[in-house]
């Protein structure tokens, strides 16, 4: 995997580690602030959750939602 530059897990993580993909805003807030972190991270997990039904519910869910870096690792 690691000799080969056209993987796609390792495409997909230099699209989710790029520099432009840093500054969301809950990022932002996250840093500024840290008393909603706990909130930021529920509502992360909450719309992961969603995103990871409709991609097994929907036909085409696979090929229309991203899914989650942190999936590949479950």
């Given amino acids: 995997m690691q000799n080969n530059p056209n993987d796609p897990y390792l495409k997909r993580s230099q699209e989710v580690f790029a520099r432009e993909n840093s500054a969301y805003l809950a990022t932002l807030l996250t ?24 991609r097994r519910l929907l036909p085409m869910g696979e ?8 999936e590949w690792l479950k």
């Fill in 31 to 54: 840093i500024f602030i840290p008393e909603l972190r706990p909130t930021w991270l529920a509502c992360h997990c909450w719309l992961n959750y969603i995103k990871v039904n409709l």
């Fill in 63 to 70: 090929k229309l939602i991203e899914d989650d870096p942190n």
